[in-house]
């Protein structure tokens, strides 16, 4: 039984330190910009689809950055 | 800034999208075959091969790890290029993870029918396959982590934490539960016993439905349907917060598969608490993908890339909401060891990693061979056949557990039970098993057409291997002063992968520690409990082989009407010498952890030689070939030494005389046949296994007398 009582502190010690990072999470505005991610994902496609349609023309500048 | 052109992988992910269909086909038709016999035992064609209790954890791990985990792969090796901006860490790491994970889905398909198992559930697979899964595991990490270290995009987007947390619990996961001591090339021991095996087992089952099915598939869908919608995410926001409360919370929730067991009270409690408040982040996915769509449903009307995946974010959240419910000792009582929960996996399995899997292929074979997709009305047709599959197989099975579970609980004025034979209410249930077929023969009709379909797409594009790309080169982060850390947190992948480490073993500590630390021994010591004689083991080693716990349980759980049928209650000091535990999941049969001593010696003969001579209309299939093969007399003295290894009380120098005390308990019951009209030899399989069944649940007993 001991175990359970070391248990629960502990469990409480653990919750109460998730819940004072998320308040203080929240109150420093860390979830400000929460949306520009969400945004990047979906561009990708744009530049390949670009790319294949260029890919014809464009040599200099391949080359070049091949280099790094 | 400098733009870098790379190239994207794209031929693994096209071997693994095959191999998704192909092992997808093939697992859903090994159920269908599980699924038939559950009515016409006939089914298994007579062969021991093919016989319910050796395919059932074929279908399952084929599903599970062949279907799902080709599907995650394919979908990761996909969007994770493309997301981080950069081709794989490592080609050839690419090809050693998918020609060793299909090595290793051939080494099941072939030695699961042969009834080498290790009879943990979702784990069944003996120890040197084990260790192959553990090493391409960490493989496939080493290519994800490696990929996520050389990637050109700054933040890591929430599908790739979805991919780190699933990489490292279940590397976790499988590792402890697979602790096992080897007594040869194809057999083990479970480390852990009874009580502690169940946990760990449940720990890792549950778990597995977590990070193998949940989040990967989270990740999976934070990708490619805002890809398929071409929206945004709902809300990133959620996102993030239901990512850290999901995987902190999910690993504790195992216990709830062992209500009213043996497992102490305060460990099933947890799980229950923990279990509830696992709808909050897992609601949290579902709405975040439902409300994707917002203001985008005329697109879902013609769309069937979307429709797959707004009904597999459905499924995922009726699937969810569900658990949680499952979770209340009330009603799992009622959906424990019945059809229930049989339906609840499979709205999960079919609905939600089905579907969504779909949709995935629908969406990225057409972009990857540079074409549209074949037939619109095709997939249209697959995805109606599909939802008329999940509902033709959830209903019945629904249906079928409150028929089951009422007539179990059902007393007569006088205090009797009303249906005694168990029997009587796996009879009345036959119906609803036939449709469950029916519906599982719609849904792999369907994925029959996606195959015709996607063939079609394929052939009339150009694949692209090697698809360029270009984007600027990662640059080195300079602090702008206001940071916010989980920002910081998101560029950092060795940190984040530790951080999600230390989310998800916090629970498995808590379940798991205290368990081992109580010696239970002490705790739960029952004086009666003897270890297993030499034969009794090898017996239950034939039962585990033919994977008899796949129908029977041995855990009678604390209620009127279940010690009315079978006897006193399970004790967990009953289990101490179980390595590993057999309360099994399902009764499709009797509990048999009181069967000792019930019936003659002939009885448990003539059953397993024609099930149907003892109990008329019963769906066990006969198991002739237990009375032909001998078991291995040779093997036993390491088997004794194994178990010594792991605590059971056998004497030192016992291995001397192993073998003459099978031989003397099997000329006992060869005896006791004889006198009974049987002849038989002392050798024979089936002897062992009546020596385990006679065995069952008689040592406290005893200590009635």
């Known amino acids: ?68 | 800034m400098e733009i870098e052109k790379f190239h994207y992988d794209n031929k693994v992910v096209k071997y693994f999208a095959i191999a998704t269909v192909v092992w997808g086909a093939i697992g859903m038709l090994v159920g269908l075959l599980a699924a038939t016999q559950l009515f016409a035992p006939e089914a298994n064609l007579g062969s021991e091969y093919t016989t319910f209790g050796r395919i059932r954890p074929l279908h399952t791990n084929a599903v599970i790890f062949a279907f799902v985990g080709n599907a995650i792969f394919a979908g990761v090796y996909y969007s994770m290029q493309r997301l981080l901006k950069t081709r794989m860490f490592n080609d050839a790491l690419s090809w050693i993870n998918f020609w060793g994970w299909q090595l290793i889905i051939l080494s099941a398909v072939i030695t699961l029918p042969m009834g080498f198992t290790s009879s943990k559930e979702y784990a069944e697979l003996e120890w040197p396959i084990d260790i192959a899964i553990a090493l391409i595991w960490v493989v496939f990490g080493i290519n994800m982590i490696g990929t996520i270290i050389k990637r050109r995009e700054k933040h890591m987007y929430v599908a790739i934490w979805f991919y780190i947390a699933s990489f490292v619990t279940v590397a976790v996961l499988h590792i402890v539960n697979s602790f096992a001591l080897p007594v040869n090339f194809m057999k083990s021991y479970s480390a852990f016993a009874g009580v502690q095996d169940a946990l760990v087992q449940w720990w890792y089952g549950h778990n597995a439905v977590a990070f193998f099915l949940t989040t990967p598939y989270l990740g999976l869908m934070y990708y490619f349907l805002p890809k398929a919608a071409n929206r945004p995410i709902y809300s990133y926001k959620l996102s993030i917060v239901h990512f850290w409360a999901l995987i902190f919370l999910y690993i504790w929730a195992g216990p709830h598969h062992l209500l009213y067991t043996s497992l102490p009270e305060w460990a099933q409690a947890l799980g229950t608490a923990f279990s509830i408040m696992l709808i909050a982040p897992s609601w949290g996915g579902m709405v975040n993908g439902l409300l994707t769509l917002r203001g985008a449903w005329d697109k879902v009307k013609e769309d069937p890339i979307l429709k797959f995946m707004v009904v597999a974010i459905t499924a995922y959240g009726m699937a969810v909401f569900e658990g949680p419910m499952l979770s209340l000792k009330s009603v799992n009582a009622i959906a424990h060891y019945t059809d229930w929960i049989v339906a609840h996996v499979h709205i999960g399995a079919l609905g939600w990693n089905g579907f969504l899997t779909f949709g995935m292929l629908y969406w990225m074979i057409p972009q990857m061979w540079k074409t549209k997709l074949f037939s619109r009305k095709l997939a249209n047709t697959h995805f109606w056949l599909g939802t008329l599959g999940i509902i033709f197989y959830a209903l019945p099975m629904y249906v079928s557990a409150f028929t089951q579970w009422l007539m179990w609980k059902e007393f007569t004025p006088e205090g009797i039970l009303q249906y005694p034979n168990f029997l009587s209410t796996t009879l009345q249930i036959i119906p609803m098993h036939m449709l469950r077929a029916f519906g599982g023969l719609l849904y792999l009709l369907g994925v029959f057409v996606m195959v015709y379909n996607l063939i079609k797409t394929a052939k009339a594009g150009n694949f692209v291997a090697n698809e360029a790309a270009e984007a600027p080169a990662l640059e080195k982060v300079v602090s702008k002063g206001k940071e916010y850390w989980h920002r910081v947190w998101e560029r950092k992948p060795i940190f984040f992968t530790l951080l999600t480490t230390v989310a998800i073993l916090i629970g498995g500590i808590f379940e798991l520690i205290p368990s081992f630390m109580m010696k239970d021994n002490e705790a739960t010591k029952i004086e009666a409990v003897k270890p297993y004689t030499p034969l009794e083991l090898e017996g239950r080693d034939i039962y585990i082989s033919e994977g008899c716990v796949g129908c029977h349980s041995q855990m009678i759980r604390p209620f009127r009407y279940e010690t009315e049928r079978y006897g006193e209650y399970s004790k967990a000091g009953e289990f101490v010498y179980d390595h590993p535990f057999l309360w099994g999941s399902k009764r499709t049969g009797p509990d048999l952890h009181r069967v000792g001593e019930k019936y003659p010696d002939s009885w448990h003969f003539n059953h397993m030689y024609d099930p149907r001579s003892m109990s008329p209309g019963s769906t066990m299939p006969p198991y002739p070939w237990l009375l032909e093969q001998p078991y291995d007399l040779e093997g036993l003295p390491d088997k004794i030494t194994v178990m010594r290894k792991l605590g059971v009380p056998y004497e030192e120098g016992f291995e001397e005389e192993v073998q003459a005390n099978a031989m003397a308990q099997a000329e006992g019951i060869v005896k006791r046949l004889e006198a009974d009209g049987i002849e038989t030899v002392p050798e024979a399989k089936i002897v062992a296994l009546i020596a385990y069944l006679q065995r069952l649940g008689t040592d406290i007993k005893v200590a009635d007398k």
């Open chain 1, 1 to 68: 039984m001991n175990i359970l009582v070391i248990l629960i502190i502990v469990s409480l010690i653990v919750a109460g330190g998730f819940l004072v990072a998320f308040i203080w999470a929240v109150r420093s505005g860390q979830f400000d910009d929460a949306s520009t991610p969400s945004y990047r994902m979906l561009w990708d496609d744009a530049t390949t689809k670009k790319e294949d349609k260029k890919s014809n023309q464009s040599t200099n500048h391949k080359q070049e950055s091949h280099g790094n």
